[in-house]
Structure formats: C-alpha cells, structure tokens
C-alpha cells in the first residue's frame, strides 16, 4: 500500500524556517516525481513545487520561488520543503503527493495519484 | 500560467440528483486535466485523470469529458458520500494550477 506521510508542520513566527518531510513507503520512490501542494485554511489547492524523480528537474509556484527549496534523498525514500522567509501567507495544511504517468490517448498524461494527509504551518507573530 | 475557473463554485443538490460541474482553462490543454474530491480534513481523492478516464477504484457514477479549454464532471446519481469539494487541475504545463473548487452541498 502506497503511503505518504508528512512532517515538520508547526508554529513558525514571520521570517522563520522550517523544513518539512515526506516519508514515503509501500512504493519504489526514486521511480516517481514527487510535489508539494499546499491549502491555506478555507481555500483551494495550491501547487507549489515539483522534483524529478532522479532530482534533475524542479519547478517552483512564483510564490515561493526563491524562499522553498525542494529535495529528496531517494535512499532515505524522502521528500523535502525547506522553507525559508516564511510570511503570513504561507499559513497552510502542506501535502506531499506522488505524481503517475501514463501513456494515454494525447501522448503520456501524469495526474496525482496519491496523498499524503497533510502537515498544518501555522506563520504567525 | 494557465488560469482554470470552475463553476459553479457552490452547489446544493440532493440525493439522487445529477450534477455537472465545469472547468474552463484559459488555454488549450489537450485533456491534460485531472479531477480530485476533497472531503473536510481529508488529503485531496484522484478521480479522473486524462479528463475522461476513471481512476481504479472510483464508483462509475463519476466521468469525466472535455479537451482544449472546457471540461466537465458529472456525478449521474449523487449519494450521501459525495458531498464534498471538487477541484480541476491542469497538468499540461509548470505552474500546475488547480481549479478555485466546487462544494457541493446537501440541499
């Protein structure tokens, strides 16, 4: 059974830092993209960061881009969000999630199969 | 980036209702579009992916259609367990951009 569990969440005063995780289980990790997505509290999804599944590529959201740094360690089967100049806005439930590729009728689609089930960040003063 | 709007982005329906839901990208992405359920204080649940094909696992009353710039999910019979929020997401381009979310409601 695929499983992803996240930690590191907290409470973090303004202009702080914290690393998250995501312990990963029940799968080959290093053969998988991974991505952090985050939900501030009563909003929608936000897609934040993406890393290759050998670590060679990443894409950040512009509103971290510069301040988070994704990384894993594929031997450890672990994803990383160390966030840094943490602002208010950053206040959110942060999920990690396993990103599948298929080959489907317009090429190879990827889609996120599998969650994790969250860690709260709470930035406040 | 590429912008999804969803609506309606509230809906109160009953038991036993179809309910249909759109997704309109301001850009064509092929059917690189996924569909995810979100119950309170749950992770997000795939549902389709690729647009039209269902997830293992997801009760058939669930699909997907659409390509280019608009898509729909339809939920043919709502049941008891399906009140929750439906989000879009785009998967055709960097930043992965998620739809603003649809609740649906017990009316």
């Known amino acids: 059974e695929v499983q992803l569990v996240e930690s590191g969440g907290g409470l973090i005063q303004p202009g702080g830092s914290l690393r998250l995780s995501c312990a990963a289980s029940?799968?080959?990790?290093?053969?998988?993209?991974m991505n952090w997505v985050r939900q501030a509290p009563g909003k929608g999804l936000e897609w934040i960061s993406y890393?290759?599944?050998?670590?060679?590529?990443?894409y950040y959201a512009d509103s971290v881009k510069g301040r988070f740094t994704i990384s894993r360690d594929n031997a450890k089967n672990s994803l990383y969000l160390q966030m840094n100049s943490l602002r208010d806005e950053d206040t959110a439930v942060y999920y990690c999630?396993?990103?599948?590729?298929?080959?489907?009728?317009?090429?190879?689609?990827?889609?996120?199969?599998?969650w994790g089930q969250g860690t709260l960040v709470t930035v406040s003063s | 980036d590429i912008q999804l709007t969803q609506s309606p982005s509230f809906l109160s329906a009953s038991v036993g209702d179809r309910v249909t839901i759109t997704c309109r990208a301001s850009?064509?992405?092929?059917?690189?579009l996924a569909w995810y359920q979100q119950k309170p204080g749950k992770a997000p649940k795939l549902l389709i992916y690729a647009a039209s094909t269902l997830q293992s696992g997801v009760p058939s009353r669930f699909s997907g259609s659409g390509s280019g710039t608009e898509f729909t999910l339809t939920i043919s019979t709502l049941q008891p367990e399906d009140f929750a929020s439906y989000y879009c997401?785009?998967?055709?381009?960097?930043?992965?951009?998620f739809g603003q979310g649809t609740k649906v409601e017990i009316k």
């Open positions: 850009q064509g992405i092929s059917t690189y």
């Open positions: 890393i290759s599944s050998s670590s060679g590529t990443i």
């Open positions: 999630a396993r990103e599948l590729v298929r080959y489907c009728s317009s090429g190879s689609c990827s889609f996120f199969d599998s």
């Open positions: 029940g799968f080959i990790f290093s053969s998988y993209s």
């Open positions: 997401q785009q998967l055709n381009d960097y930043p992965r951009t």
